[in-house]
C-alpha cells in the first residue's frame, strides 16, 4: 500500500518551461487535491477533483492546469512556468472528507524556477 | 469567508515545560479540525482530528486539543515537551458547504523550537 506518491521530488525549470507534477494513490480515494507551500503562508489549495473527470479551482489556480481522467491519478500542469510559482507542492486524497474521513498527504515536489 | 489563525508565528519552549499552540477559525457551523506537524524538508503528519463527540481529542505523540464551540478555536496541547518536538505546526479546517467538498484550509502554522 503506497498511499500518495508524489514525482519528481525536486525540480527546477527555467522560466517558460511546461511540466506535470505527479500524483497517485492506490487507495481508490475519490477526493484528491494540490497544494502549495510557501514560507509563512501555510498550504494553500490550488485545484480539487471530487472524482473522476471532475475538477475544480481553489484558492490560487492561476497558472496551473489539472485532469482526473483515472481514479487513480491526478497530474498538476504548469503550462508557462513562472518564478512565482517557486514551491512546494503537496498532494492530497481521502475516502469520503464529507463523512469526517481523513486526508493522506504525499511526500512533496521541490520546485525551482529560475 | 472561511479562515484559520494561527496568533503566534515563532513559539520558543524549554525542554520539559508544557505547550500550548492557538488556533481559531471562522465558520458558520462545526468544521472538521485537524491539527498536522512538519519536521524540516518533510511532509505532513497528522497529529489529531476532530469530527464530532469529546471535545478533548488525543492524538500520537502526546500531543491533545480541545474545540471550544463558543471560542471557534482547537488549540494543541502537550504537558511536556521533547527536543523532538521542534517543527512547524499547522492547524487545518474542513469545511463542507457551498460546494466547497471538503477543502482543506490551513493556518500559516507555527514554527515551534526547544532550548534544552
Known amino acids: 500500500n503506497a498511499g500518495v506518491t508524489q514525482t519528481p521530488k525536486f525540480q527546477v525549470l527555467k522560466t517558460g518551461q511546461s511540466m506535470t507534477l505527479q500524483c497517485a494513490q492506490d487507495?481508490?480515494?475519490?477526493?484528491m487535491s494540490w497544494y502549495r507551500q510557501d514560507p509563512g503562508m501555510g498550504l494553500r489549495l490550488i485545484h480539487y477533483?471530487?472524482?473522476?473527470?471532475?475538477?475544480d479551482q481553489g484558492e490560487v489556480p492561476n497558472g496551473y492546469n489539472v485532469s482526473r481522467s483515472t481514479t487513480e491519478d491526478f497530474p498538476l500542469r504548469l503550462l508557462s512556468a513562472a518564478p512565482s510559482q517557486t514551491s512546494v507542492y503537496f498532494c492530497?486524497?481521502?475516502?469520503?472528507?464529507?463523512?469526517?474521513?481523513?486526508?493522506?498527504f504525499g511526500s512533496g515536489t521541490r520546485l525551482t524556477v529560475v | 469567508a472561511q479562515s484559520v489563525t494561527q496568533p503566534d508565528i515563532h513559539i520558543t519552549v524549554s525542554e520539559g515545560a508544557s505547550l500550548e499552540l492557538r488556533c481559531n477559525y471562522s465558520?458558520?457551523?462545526?468544521?472538521?479540525l485537524f491539527w498536522y506537524v512538519q519536521s524540516p524538508g518533510q511532509g505532513l503528519q497528522l497529529l489529531l482530528k476532530?469530527?464530532?463527540?469529546?471535545?478533548l481529542v488525543q492524538g500520537i505523540k502526546g500531543f491533545e486539543a480541545e474545540f471550544k464551540r463558543s471560542q471557534s478555536s482547537f488549540n494543541l496541547r502537550k504537558p511536556s515537551v521533547h527536543w523532538s518536538d521542534a517543527a512547524e505546526y499547522f492547524c487545518?479546517?474542513?469545511?463542507?458547504?457551498?460546494?466547497?467538498?471538503?477543502?482543506?484550509?490551513f493556518g500559516k502554522g507555527t514554527k515551534l523550537s526547544v532550548k534544552p
Open positions: 492530497a486524497s481521502s475516502y469520503s472528507p464529507g463523512r469526517g474521513v481523513g486526508y493522506t
Open positions: 487507495m481508490n480515494h475519490e477526493y
Open positions: 477533483s471530487v472524482g473522476a473527470g471532475i475538477t
Open positions: 465558520y458558520g457551523a462545526t468544521p472538521y
Open positions: 476532530y469530527f464530532s463527540g469529546d471535545t
Open positions: 487545518a479546517v474542513g469545511f463542507f458547504y457551498g460546494g466547497s467538498q471538503g477543502n482543506l484550509i
